[in-house]
C-alpha cells in the first residue's frame, strides 16, 4: 500500500527525518510513536507531499509519488488530519466537510456560475456525503454552525469527518486524541476501529502510548529522526532503545 | 434570508427607476458608481472570500477599456469590444498571475502594484495605445440596432453588467470551486490536502475578479469616448479596496454599499473643494485623505465593513419586535 524508502529531510543542516523505511500493508493500522521533535510530523508531510524529501523514494499504491503535489497524492486516496487543527474559517461545519469531497468531484467555475445541471447534482450528491461524514463523528447537530466557533475538540472530529468523506485508501492521523476528554478519546479510538473493521489503512501518530498499542496492529518507534523499533505492539513496548530514547526525554 | 428576500427586489427596482428620476450630472455619477461597484464585487471576492490581496485592479479595468476602444476603433462591432474586454483581462491577469501568485501577503500587494505602474508606463510609450494621449473618439456603444445615445443607456448597461458580475460571484461562491477558494484563504495546507489545486484556484480567482474589472474598463471606454493612462491611475486601484473594506470584505452586497458610500462622499467633497474661495488644491487633497480617514474610521469602528454591520443591527432587532 505504501512504501517509504530511505527517505530523509533536514532543517538547516540538521536531519528531522532520516534514512527512514517503512513499509505498511493494506488494511493495515501502523502506530507511529517517539519523543516530542522526532520527526513524526515530518515524516507525515513527507508522505503526504506538504515537504519534499532530500532522498529517498515513496510509493502508493504502487506508484511512485515522492515527486507530486499534495493536492494529487490526496486524489489516489491519501488524506491527513493534521496535528493543530485547521478548520476553515467562515465557513459552516457542513461546507469544511464538503470540501472534503473536491477531489472526488468536478464541477468548475463555469458550470457553478450557470448553475448548470451537472453542478447541482454534484451539490446535492456532497452534501449529502458529507452529512453522512458528519454523523459518523457525531457532528451532526453542529453542520449549520460557523466552524471556527467550535470547541478544540469537534474541530478535530471536523477534520475526520472532511478526510472521511474523500473516501481514502490510507488515512494519516496525526495526534489525533491529543486535547481530547476521556469520552472523547473513547468514541475516536471506536471510530478507528470502526475504520479499520471497513478495511481502511491508517497511520496513527498518538503520544498516549496505551492509545496507539490499543489501535495499531504494528508500531514504529521513531526518534531523532531515524527508526529505532518496528513491531508488534508488545514487542516495541520492552524494546531497550524505545525505553531509552523515552527515558532520556524524561530525563 | 428574510434580509434577502426584501433587499434584491426593493435594490432592483430602485436601481431600475434611478436613471428616470436622476439628471444628467447625477447619472453621470450613477454609472461611474456601477462601473466602481462591479470592479469592487471581484476585489470582494479576490480579497474577501480567496484571500488574496490586489493592488493592481485599475490594471485590469484599463486592459479592459483598452482592449475595447482599440477592437471599435479598428472598425470592429461594439459589442465585440465589449466581450472581448472582460477575456483579454482574464487572460492578462492569467499571463501575470503566473508568477505573481507565488507571492503572498504584503508582497503580492506589491508585486501587483509593480504590475500596474509598469504597465501605465508601457501604455504611455507605445504607438498603438496612443502614448500619453490615448485613444480618443471612441465609437458610442451600439449592438443590432440599438445605440446607446446618452447616459441613461449607459446607466442601464453599466447596472446590468453589475447584477450580471453578482450573479456569479452569488453562485460561484456557495458551489464546489468557491468552498476550494474559501478554504485555501485560510490554508493552502489543508486545502490542498483536500486534493484542491491551489495554484490553478488562485489564478482562476485573480482572471475571474480581473474579468469583471475588463467588463468595467470596456463599458466606460464607451461611455467616455476616450481612454489615456491618466484615467487608470494607481489611486482607483485603492479607492477599490477601500470600497470593499468599508463596504465589507467577503459579501457581495458590501461591494456595491462600499462602492456607493465613497463615491457618493468623494462627489460630495469634490463639491465642497471646488466651492470658490477653496485653494486650488483642496480637491486633491480631500479626496486622499478621505480614502486615509474612511479606512482608518472603518478599521476602528467597524472592523467587518457597513453591510455585516447592518446585518447585525438588523437581526438583532427583529427578535425585539415580536416580543
Ligand atoms: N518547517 C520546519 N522548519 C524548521 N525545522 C522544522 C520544521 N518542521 C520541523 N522542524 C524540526 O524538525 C524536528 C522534527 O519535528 P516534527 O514536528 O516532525 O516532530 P514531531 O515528532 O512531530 O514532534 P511532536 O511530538 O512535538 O509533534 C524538530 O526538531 C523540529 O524543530
Ligand atoms: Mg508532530
Known amino acids: ?251 | 434570508m428574510m434580509l434577502g428576500r426584501v433587499a434584491v427586489p426593493l435594490a432592483a427596482a430602485v436601481t431600475l427607476a434611478l436613471p428616470a428620476v436622476l439628471d444628467d450630472s447625477a447619472l453621470a455619477v450613477y454609472v461611474l458608481l456601477g462601473l466602481a461597484a462591479m470592479v469592487t464585487v471581484g476585489v470582494s471576492l479576490l480579497m474577501g472570500y480567496a484571500g488574496q490581496v490586489s493592488l493592481g485592479q485599475g490594471a485590469f479595468y484599463g486592459v479592459g477599456a483598452y482592449t475595447a476602444a482599440l477592437l471599435a476603433l479598428n472598425g470592429l462591432p461594439p459589442l465585440l469590444g465589449l466581450l472581448a474586454a472582460p477575456v483579454a483581462a482574464a487572460a492578462f491577469a492569467l499571463v501575470v498571475g503566473l508568477p505573481l501568485l507565488r507571492l503572498r501577503g504584503h508582497h503580492l500587494a506589491f508585486a501587483t502594484l509593480a504590475m500596474q505602474l509598469i504597465l501605465l508606463s508601457l501604455a504611455g510609450q507605445l504607438d498603438f495605445t496612443g502614448g500619453d494621449i490615448g485613444l480618443q473618439a471612441i465609437p458610442p456603444f451600439s449592438a443590432w440596432s440599438f445605440e446607446a445615445g446618452g447616459v441613461t443607456a449607459y446607466a442601464y448597461l453599466t447596472w446590468a453588467g453589475l447584477a450580471l458580475v453578482m450573479l456569479v460571484t452569488r453562485n460561484v461562491i456557495a458551489s464546489r470551486p468557491g468552498r476550494a477558494l474559501r478554504a485555501l484563504a485560510t490554508s493552502e495546507t489543508a486545502a490542498a490536502s483536500s486534493g484542491i489545486p491551489v495554484g490553478r484556484y488562485k489564478l482562476a480567482v485573480l482572471a475571474l475578479s480581473a474579468a469583471f474589472a475588463g467588463l468595467a474598463g470596456g463599458i466606460y471606454c464607451f461611455y467616455t469616448g476616450y481612454v489615456a493612462p491618466g484615467s487608470f491611475p494607481v489611486l482607483i486601484s485603492i479607492q477599490y479596496i477601500v470600497m470593499a473594506v468599508v463596504g465589507g470584505l467577503g459579501t457581495i452586497w458590501g461591494a456595491v454599499v462600499g462602492a456607493a458610500a465613497i463615491t457618493l462622499l468623494v462627489q460630495g467633497l469634490d463639491r465642497l473643494a471646488n466651492l470658490p474661495g477653496m485653494p486650488s488644491y483642496a480637491p486633491g487633497v480631500l479626496s486622499y485623505a478621505v480614502y486615509a480617514l474612511v479606512l482608518i474610521a472603518v478599521v476602528l469602528f467597524l472592523p467587518n465593513g457597513l453591510v455585516p454591520a447592518i446585518r447585525r443591527l438588523l437581526s438583532r432587532e427583529r427578535p425585539a419586535k415580536t416580543r
Open chain 1, 1 to 251: 500500500m505504501l512504501a517509504v524508502q530511505g527517505v530523509s529531510r533536514s532543517f538547516g543542516g540538521v536531519y528531522a527525518v532520516r534514512d527512514v523505511t517503512l513499509d505498511v500493508a493494506d488494511g493495515e493500522v501502523c502506530g507511529v510513536i517517539g519523543p516530542n521533535g522526532a520527526g513524526k510530523s515530518t515524516l507525515f508531510n513527507l508522505i503526504t507531499g506538504h515537504l519534499a524529501a532530500e532522498r529517498g523514494e515513496i510509493s502508493f499504491l504502487g506508484r511512485r509519488v515522492d515527486r507530486l503535489a499534495p493536492h494529487r497524492r490526496a486524489r489516489l486516496g491519501m488524506s491527513i488530519v493534521f496535528q493543530a487543527a485547521r478548520v476553515f474559517r467562515g465557513m459552516t461545519v457542513r461546507e469544511n466537510v464538503m470540501v472534503g469531497l473536491h477531489g472526488r468531484t468536478s464541477a468548475g467555475f463555469v458550470a457553478a456560475a450557470l448553475r448548470l445541471p451537472r453542478h447541482r447534482r454534484d451539490e446535492r450528491e456532497i452534501a449529502a456525503r458529507a452529512d453522512a461524514a458528519l454523523d459518523r463523528v457525531g457532528l451532526s447537530e453542529w453542520a449549520d454552525r460557523p466552524a471556527d466557533q467550535l470547541p478544540i475538540g469537534q474541530q478535530r472530529a471536523l477534520q475526520l469527518a472532511r478526510a472521511l468523506c474523500a473516501r481514502p485508501r490510507l488515512l494519516l492521523l496525526d495526534e489525533p486524541a491529543s486535547g481530547l476528554r476521556g469520552q472523547e478519546r473513547e468514541r475516536l479510538a471506536e471510530l478507528v476501529e470502526e475504520l479499520r473493521a471497513g478495511g481502511l489503512t491508517i497511520l496513527l501518530v498518538e503520544h498516549d502510548v496505551a492509545f496507539v498499542t490499543r489501535l495499531a496492529d504494528r508500531i514504529v518507534v521513531l526518534d531523532l529522526g531515524r527508526v529505532i523499533a518496528d513491531g508488534p505492539p508488545a514487542e516495541v513496548r520492552n524494546d531497550p532503545l524505545v525505553l531509552a530514547a523515552y527515558l532520556g526525554q524524561s530525563a
